[in-house]
């Protein structure tokens, strides 16, 4: 084993409205250090790339977890083998999850705060997938149709994202439930992947001219939930089309973290389309967890759950990944992989 390894730190603050690109990070070489009493040393084989890591190398305070650091390693949900421990907790070459720093080794120890090495199913698919359908992604997208919504068959459900990470899920949740869906997205290879893939009802292009006559002529009477984690001027145009009543579901705003004008929503719709609008996280259900994880898994064992992923490989491609990630240039969840000579 090498003596010393790479970690990637924030170089500077992204404020809201700069274009994230590789050149706010910057990776350092450090030593491997020893690992002292209740600790254990990961190899991280995948790292997760989200768009809620957006407001966390902005500089902002008021983010809901605690923000990046000029100076320190990012870090996000990962997934890593043990490969020396001095804890009885965790066992050499165990699979754990957590909140690791962006590394080649890194040193943890148990904890109880939900940010700590978490074992692994070690009948899972592709580790991959705890960061992916089994992680946030999947319990974001499970909650927010089958709490939330409470998506009914025969529903009109519009997704935004809906070739992204939890838009993908969520979609095709909704379609298990038995709603029309109509998945937005921004390319004709990601509608095809939608249609063809994922089996959804319609595929639109938001940024094409026509896309509300588009809508309008496969929603008419307009449609009853719009599940949205983009925001923005897409969301204002969606409410006014939407059915009296219907619901709006607000998972993410991924359209305004680099762009502040946009937060602002003209509520006139949701007025007088009688919309309930609502935002929720996840955690509020955090309790029920291993049962969505369980029903995810026998979706995507039964295949009415097709996760979609986009893998990177090499740790050094993670603030490229970042970048391209806002960009749209994913197709589901944006996962970076560990090179072969990096496990």
Known sequence: MSKSYRTIILKN???????????????????????????????????????????????ATDTMIPPYTVGRPIRGPSVARVIETRTPDLMIGSLVQGWFDWADYVVTRPS????????????????????????????????????????????????????????????????????KVIGLTSTQAKQEVLTRQLGLDFALDYRAEDFADQLRSIAPNGPDLYFDAVGGQLSQTIMQQM????????????????????????????????????????????DQWPKAV???????????????????????????????????QNTGKMVVLAKDDEQ
């Open 13 to 59: 603050f992204v404020p809201s409205g700069q274009t994230v690109s590789p050149h706010h990070f910057e990776t350092q070489i450090r030593p491997i250090p020893k690992i002292a009493e209740g600790e254990a040393l990961l190899r991280p084989l995948a790292f997760s790339v989200d768009p809620g890591q957006r407001p966390l190398i902005s500089g």
């Open 294 to 328: 369980k029903e995810l898994q026998e979706w995507v064992k039964s295949g009415a759950i097709q996760p979609l992923e986009t893998e990177i490989t090499g740790l050094e491609s993670l603030p490229q990944a970042l970048q391209a990630l806002f960009e749209g």
């Open 243 to 286: 059915r009296r009543p219907a619901r709006v579901v607000e998972v993410g705003q991924i359209a305004t973290y680099d762009d502040e004008k946009a937060w602002t929503v003209d509520i006139t719709h949701i007025h007088m389309n009688g919309l309930r609008f609502e935002g929720y996280q996840p955690n509020l259900w955090i």
């Open 112 to 179: 109880k705060d939900g940010m700590g090495p978490t074992p692994l199913d070690p009948q899972i698919e592709k580790p991959s997938y705890a960061l992916s359908v089994y992680g946030i992604t999947g319990v974001t997208a499970y909650f927010g149709m089958t709490e939330v919504a409470q998506v009914q068959p025969g529903e009109t459900v519009v997704v935004s994202s809906a070739a992204g990470s939890t838009g993908s899920i969520a979609s095709q949740i909704a379609k298990i439930r038995g709603a």
